[in-house]
């Protein structure tokens, strides 16, 4: 299982229709499932940074890539995203060096 944070900037646009949010985020859990992706937690950041920031849950980095590609041709996200290992997956990761 694959584990990412997930930094989002609205466009233009975006910002333009903020008040679709939630409507554009059911869209995109129904895209998350149609790729086996799951938004464990999402938290909307206004005057932030970012405008978003959620924690993304996937097989393998290769969806996480997909989703990620994929939520930015709607128009309305830029998405930074960085995978994040819990401490079970850090110590198995340090024991491999």
Known sequence: MSTAIAL???T???ARSYRDTL???EA???LAERL???IAE???TPGGP???VCVIEAPDEERLAAFALETETRGTLR????TAYGPEQMRHLLSQV
């Open 8 to 10: 989002l900037k609205w």
């Open 42 to 44: 999402i938290f909307w």
């Open 50 to 52: 970012y405008d978003i």
């Open 79 to 82: 998405v930074q995203w960085t």
């Open 23 to 25: 409507q554009r985020y």
């Open 36 to 38: 086996d992706v799951k």
């Open 28 to 30: 995109t859990t129904s």
């Open 12 to 14: 233009d646009e975006g």
